[in-house]
């Protein structure tokens, strides 16, 4: 019989001077590759806040091979010694605590898609996007065709510019030009609530993108700053079935669909019909780790 010896994780008070200096040396070259200069922009840790980081990846791994580990040690977050504040400015849009409202149970599905009036009055719009297919971008005369595409230099900050696009498109399919807003404002913003207040979303030009500084402060508006969202307003939420939202947005969790996905499908494509685009998010907020190992329970909104 092969007697295989389980390896255990060390306390850091076990930790050996050898290893202490391993783990800052390996640090350090992760810096000197770090392409996103995540270890350029904040407070790299001492030996323990790595070691504490490490382990913690270590448990959340641990049935999983070698390869797997090796490739999620290339985090650079694991050098970083706030590394759970860092994680605060990386799950999205700040939205309102809802629930939805199940008591009607004669709610009927149908009436998200079929009671609506999707039609747009641009014919030329309908050979790029209907409900078989839909790809404005390949219509070269189209506003949404014009948009910027952006680099923004993270992954874990592609809801910024997933929201700033969702509302350049949204400003597109009303005729208006297209307009650089600022993916920095609607990071840093708690946005949804500075619209409805301020009405003001300034442009890229007035306050540009710094992966560095997001999570900073919500900045103040400037005289000379250009307003993106002028002649725009905030529209009341429409309580529809199975839906949730305050004013500015609706979402839609799919597992309220998970008996009709069809139905729920359906709805996405008519949205992206009328409005350009939807947003798809993951609720992030203690579900996330900075490990990035997605965790039980979940859910994909709309």
Known sequence: MMMIKKKELLDFENV?????SELLNYCNLLKEVDMNNLLKDHELGNEEDIFNNLTKLLEEYKEENDNVLYHKMKNEALCLKNVNDWMKNKTGLVLPQLTYDLTDENNDFTEVTQNKN?????????????NEYCNR??????????????????CALSWAFASKYHLETIKCMKGYEPVNTSALYVANCVFLQTVEEKGFLPTELNYPYDQSKVGDVCPEVQNDWDNAFENAKVLDYNNEPFSLGTKGYTAYESEHFEDNMDLFI????????????V???????????YELKRKEGSKFMW
């Open 266 to 277: 359906d709805m996405v494509k008519r949205e992206v019909q009328n409005k350009g685009s």
């Open 137 to 154: 971008l390949k219509d070269h005369n189209n506003c949404v065709s014009k948009i910027n595409v952006e680099d923004q230099k993270n």
């Open 16 to 20: 050996n001077n050898d290893l202490k």
């Open 118 to 130: 999707y039609t747009s009055e641009n014919i030329v719009d309908k050979l790029y996007c209907n």
């Open 279 to 289: 947003i798809a998010y993951v609720k992030a907020e203690n579900v996330l780790g």
